[in-house]
């Protein structure tokens, strides 16, 4: 019998992390059992399952789950050992776990300079594997490996080793034989502290670090019900000794008996009601899924599954079921043409299946996330604008939420192998791919660059967090010291509103769950009650309070200070133009420039003594954007830090004698951004996102309108994108542009219409 030491190091890891690395211990767990059946006498230290063991952010967006490396080496057992296995995991192969890791074997090394170390593959579920050989062994400096499964070659690696003998091989690979799992023991979790990694797991909840497909919260412990997979996908590690060339059993399941015995332990020794399952696809045989339901149900257990199920292999039944034992359904789509989804990625996927199964979500009420890829290699324009338009489709009808990733080649897949082959790589990088998913393409194909699909996500994203309504606008006033050529209110009659009237409309707003307002004109402080209604709305809760105004008033000191401490909490003046006969002739209004640009010294003062935003807004004309360098050299000058550049929209006063050619302002505008943009933040509003190619993040503050409510003097309750939607369309260019699944296109002024632009628009 030899006494093995089995480590579990703690992960430093980018707070992107994709899945579940908190989870990453459990395939220890199971390895140990093996070991332990085997006859040897094995210690487990795992960081996640001490006193302190924590999720604790570092520097640099790092994320260190379990303790301090020191910390960890501090407590490391005393007693020598015959042989260390050190867990290995995607996790740890990151490359600041990964180094971690080797300062970790130079310390056992010296420590116990004749131990062997053995880096041993612990089956932990999903997609979870990058490819590793002898170099990776080399680079952290461990002698020895175990590649795949531990189960079965495990034991005799390290009995091999503690009897002081050399195996042939340095690595040595576990593939899966037998029909079944049912002859394994069940993890050892009698040997890690369970109450100290139910801590653990706790802290992570309360760090809100989680993946969203499933709940850290405690009581809660992982499990495997099948492992492998009958599939395919080009990006998936799953089975990946078989894409090494090895042969062995596809997919295997844990009998009804023995799952019911996995689960009567955790619920009667452990006091677990409810587990994370971490099957690559649990539900690939249906009669398995059925079973595990049943043994839910009759112990009444609750249940998350992280990795995405096969729509098609659903029922309306199941999905029944699972409304009532757990609190999201997770499936997995990838892309929405039948040539990227069964050519291209190889799913063999029934694509009508994922609105059908979002269907039946809606009707019994379980949330349902359902994953989504962009950017495969051959993928055209017009493929990834289907999937874009088609997440966009099943969410807006069923409530789907939608996980946009890009499509990231993981070492050891077939996606992988033909990046490299192809030479596509823009980024060579296959990982540290936690932070890649849903950050960075890596690759790029003929009919699309990197940079274009990773604006593609940003625009869907944005669109995502703007869906629902949470910001109120309202328009407190019509009356103005100012007559703005462009204004959109400025045909209405002069009148302010009715207090009372907007009093409630902000209670009501609020009790909606709206969080954010906007008090606007007109201009709002020639309203008397603006004050009133400022105090209302931060009496009422909102988060956000945000005053516009023309700033003439604040050309008075005491006037910016009171606006500044009224509970606001961001001040935005609008200036139209960088010197006097500019501004005045937007503005129509003598001594409005001195005026205006005094407000805004004082504003910027005033506004960092009480920690209030500031900003400028500037609406573009024929007139002014020829200047928007000189603009911005006046915004410096100032100290502003932040500016909203608009174009004009078709209402109001505005008229298509007052907009700039929006392809020559755009310029102007890039131009600006170039030559202030380290020192300004710039928002461009109300411009198709293409007119801005390689400025595409300063546009997507404009698909925040679909979270706007609007409130007219006259109490008329509009949706703010809704109503910019009348005179906004779509032109030809845009069937073959991805951005438009976001972008509403161009705007047009009833004057401009004719038969040449009803043409032009496709009408």
Same mark, same amino acid.
């Given at each position: 019998?030899?006494?093995?030491?089995?480590?579990?190091?703690?992960?430093?890891?980018?707070?992107?992390?994709?899945?579940?690395?908190?989870?990453?211990?459990?395939?220890?767990?199971?390895? #140990? #059992?093996?070991?332990?059946?085997?006859?040897?006498?094995?210690?487990?230290?795992?960081?996640?399952?001490?006193?302190?063991?924590?999720?604790?952010?570092?520097?640099?967006?790092?994320?260190?789950?379990?303790?301090?490396?020191?910390?960890?080496?501090?407590?490391?057992?005393?007693?020598?050992?015959?042989? /260390?296995?050190?867990?290995?995991?995607?996790?740890?192969?990151?490359?600041?776990?990964?180094?971690?890791?080797?300062?970790?074997?130079?310390?056992?090394?010296?420590?116990?300079?004749?131990?062997? *170390?053995?880096?041993?593959?612990?089956?932990?579920? &999903?997609?979870?594997?990058?490819?590793?050989?002898?170099?990776?062994?080399?680079?952290?400096?461990?002698?020895?490996?175990?590649?795949?499964?531990?189960?079965?070659?495990? +034991?005799?690696?390290?009995?091999?080793?503690?009897?002081?003998?050399?195996?042939?091989?340095?690595?040595?690979?576990?593939?899966?034989?037998?029909?079944?799992?049912?002859?394994?023991?069940?993890?050892?979790?009698?040997?890690?502290?369970?109450?100290?990694?139910?801590?653990?797991?706790?802290?992570?909840?309360?760090?809100?670090?989680?993946?969203?497909?499933?709940?850290?919260?405690?009581?809660?412990?992982?499990?495997?019900?099948?492992?492998?997979?009958?599939?395919?996908?080009?990006?998936?590690?799953?089975?990946?000794?078989?894409?090494?060339?090895?042969?062995?059993?596809?997919?295997?399941?844990?009998?009804?008996?023995? *799952?019911?015995?996995?689960?009567?332990?955790?619920?009667?020794?452990?006091?677990?009601?409810?587990? !994370?399952?971490?099957?690559?696809?649990?539900?690939?045989?249906?009669?398995?899924?059925?079973?595990?339901?049943?043994?839910?149900?009759?112990?009444?257990?609750?249940?998350?599954?992280?990795? &995405?199920?096969?729509?098609?292999?659903?029922?309306?039944?199941?999905?029944?079921?699972?409304?009532?034992?757990?609190?999201?359904?997770?499936?997995?789509?990838?892309?929405?043409?039948?040539?990227?989804?069964?050519?291209?990625?190889?799913?063999?996927?029934?694509?009508?299946?994922? !609105?059908?199964?979002?269907?039946?979500?809606?009707?019994?009420?379980?949330?349902?996330?359902?994953?989504?890829?962009?950017?495969?290699?051959?993928?055209?324009?017009?493929?990834?604008?289907?999937?874009?338009?088609? #997440?966009?489709?099943?969410?807006?009808?069923?409530?789907?939420?939608?996980?946009?990733?890009?499509?990231?080649?993981?070492?050891?897949?077939?996606?992988?192998?033909?990046?490299?082959?192809?030479?596509?790589?823009?980024?060579?990088?296959?990982?540290? /791919?936690?932070?890649?998913?849903?950050?960075?393409?890596?690759?790029?194909?003929?009919?699309?660059?990197?940079?274009?699909?990773?604006?593609?996500?940003?625009?869907?994203?944005?669109?995502?967090?703007?869906?629902?309504?949470?910001?109120?606008?309202?328009?407190?006033?019509?009356?103005?010291?100012?007559?703005?050529?462009?204004?959109?209110?400025?045909?209405?009659?002069?009148?302010?509103?009715?207090?009372?009237?907007?009093?409630?409309?902000?209670?009501?707003?609020?009790?909606?769950?709206?969080?954010?307002?906007?008090?606007?004109?007109?201009?709002?402080?020639?309203?008397?009650?603006?004050?009133?209604?400022?105090?209302?709305?931060?009496?009422?809760?909102?988060?956000?309070?945000?005053?516009?105004?023309?700033?003439?008033?604040?050309?008075?000191?005491?006037?910016?200070?009171?606006?500044?401490?009224?509970?606001?909490?961001?001040?935005?003046?609008?200036?139209? &133009?960088?010197?006097?006969?500019?501004?005045?002739?937007?503005?129509?209004?003598?001594?409005?420039?001195?005026?205006?640009?005094?407000?805004?010294?004082?504003?910027?003062?005033?506004?960092?003594?009480?920690?209030?935003?500031?900003?400028?807004?500037?609406?573009?004309?024929?007139?002014?954007?020829?200047?928007?360098?000189?603009?911005?050299?006046?915004?410096?000058?100032?100290?502003?830090?932040?500016?909203?550049?608009?174009?004009?929209?078709?209402?109001?006063?505005?008229?298509?004698?007052?907009?700039?050619?929006?392809? +020559?302002?755009?310029?102007?505008?890039?131009?600006?951004?170039?030559?202030?943009?380290?020192?300004?933040?710039?928002?461009? /509003?109300?411009?198709?996102?293409?007119?801005?190619?390689?400025? +595409?993040?300063?546009?997507?503050?404009?698909?925040?309108?679909?979270?706007?409510?609007?409130?007219?003097?006259?109490?008329?309750?509009?949706?703010?994108?809704?109503?910019?939607?009348?005179?906004?369309?779509?032109?030809?260019?845009?069937?073959?542009?991805?951005?438009?699944?976001?972008?509403?296109?161009?705007?047009?002024?009833?004057?401009?219409?004719?038969?040449?632009?009803?043409?032009?628009?496709?009408?």
């Amino acid at each position: 019998m030899a006494r093995l030491l089995l480590l579990q190091p703690p992960l430093l890891l980018h707070g992107a992390w994709i899945d579940y690395p908190v989870f990453a211990s459990v395939g220890l767990w199971q390895a #140990a #059992a093996a070991l332990r059946a085997g006859g040897h006498d094995v210690d487990v230290y795992d960081a996640f399952c001490l006193r302190t063991s924590a999720a604790i952010r570092e520097s640099g967006g790092m994320v260190r789950l379990g303790v301090p490396l020191s910390g960890y080496i501090d407590q490391l057992p005393t007693e020598r050992p015959d042989v /260390i296995v050190i867990g290995n995991s995607p996790w740890l192969r990151a490359r600041p776990a990964a180094a971690e890791l080797g300062r970790l074997s130079n310390v056992l090394a010296l420590r116990w300079p004749d131990v062997p *170390l053995v880096l041993a593959d612990c089956d932990v579920g &999903g997609m979870h594997f990058i490819a590793w050989d002898e170099t990776d062994l080399d680079e952290i400096g461990i002698g020895w490996g175990q590649r795949y499964e531990a189960d079965r070659v495990l +034991e005799p690696l390290c009995r091999l080793l503690a009897a002081g003998e050399r195996p042939q091989r340095r690595i040595v690979d576990g593939i899966p034989s037998g029909s079944d799992l049912d002859a394994l023991p069940l993890p050892a979790y009698d040997l890690v502290d369970f109450d100290a990694w139910q801590r653990f797991l706790g802290r992570v909840a309360a760090a809100g670090l989680s993946e969203e497909t499933y709940d850290p919260r405690p009581p809660l412990a992982a499990i495997k019900t099948s492992r492998g997979c009958v599939y395919r996908c080009n990006f998936c590690t799953s089975n990946a000794w078989a894409r090494a060339g090895h042969e062995g059993r596809d997919y295997r399941l844990v009998g009804t008996e023995r *799952l019911g015995e996995h689960l009567d332990l955790l619920a009667e020794r452990y006091g677990i009601d409810r587990v !994370v399952v971490l099957d690559e696809l649990v539900n690939v045989n249906p009669r398995h899924f059925d079973n595990l339901l049943d043994a839910l149900e009759a112990r009444n257990m609750r249940a998350d599954f992280p990795n &995405g199920m096969r729509a098609d292999r659903l029922t309306e039944s199941q999905v029944e079921r699972l409304a009532r034992c757990s609190n999201l359904l997770s499936i997995s789509a990838e892309a929405a043409t039948e040539r990227v989804a069964n050519e291209v990625i190889g799913k063999r996927f029934d694509l009508e299946a994922t !609105v059908r199964v979002a269907r039946w979500c809606k009707t019994h009420g379980l949330p349902l996330v359902v994953h989504w890829m962009i950017g495969q290699p051959s993928e055209t324009r017009a493929e990834i604008k289907t999937t874009l338009e088609t #997440a966009w489709q099943v969410f807006e009808e069923t409530g789907a939420r939608p996980l946009l990733q890009f499509a990231t080649p993981i070492k050891g897949t077939a996606l992988h192998e033909e990046v490299t082959r192809r030479g596509l790589w823009t980024n060579r990088e296959d990982r540290d /791919i936690g932070p890649l998913f849903q950050g960075a393409p890596v690759f790029e194909d003929c009919d699309w660059t990197a940079r274009e699909l990773h604006i593609a996500k940003q625009i869907f994203d944005t669109k995502l967090k703007a869906f629902e309504p949470k910001k109120v606008i309202m328009n407190t006033t019509y009356i103005c010291n100012n007559q703005c050529v462009f204004c959109a209110t400025g045909n209405r009659l002069p009148s302010h509103g009715d207090v009372e009237a907007q009093l409630r409309f902000l209670a009501d707003k609020r009790d909606a769950g709206f969080r954010y307002v906007d008090f606007d004109g007109g201009e709002p402080t020639t309203n008397p009650n603006l004050f009133r209604l400022l105090k209302t709305a931060k009496t009422l809760g909102y988060e956000q309070i945000n005053l516009t105004t023309n700033g003439r008033m604040m050309w008075v000191p005491k006037n910016a200070e009171k606006i500044a401490a009224s509970g606001i909490t961001n001040l935005l003046v609008s200036l139209h &133009g960088p010197n006097e006969a500019i501004h005045e002739q937007q503005v129509q209004s003598k001594g409005a420039f001195g005026q205006t640009v005094a407000g805004i010294t004082n504003a910027v003062a005033a506004t960092k003594r009480h920690g209030v935003g500031f900003g400028v807004n500037v609406t573009l004309t024929k007139t002014n954007h020829p200047v928007l360098l000189e603009y911005g050299a006046l915004l410096d000058e100032l100290g502003v830090t932040m500016c909203n550049i608009q174009f004009v929209t078709p209402f109001g006063k505005a008229s298509a004698a007052t907009q700039p050619d929006p392809a +020559e302002a755009a310029a102007a505008v890039m131009k600006l951004i170039d030559a202030y943009g380290e020192r300004i933040t710039f928002q461009v /509003i109300n411009l198709p996102i293409c007119y801005m190619r390689g400025y +595409e993040e300063h546009c997507l503050g404009d698909i925040y309108k679909m979270e706007r409510e609007m409130v007219f003097v006259s109490m008329e309750d509009v949706n703010l994108f809704d109503y910019l939607q009348s005179r906004r369309r779509h032109e030809k260019p845009c069937e073959s542009c991805f951005y438009s699944v976001a972008c509403e296109g161009f705007y047009y002024f009833p004057e401009e219409w004719n038969d040449e632009a009803a043409a032009r628009w496709g009408d």
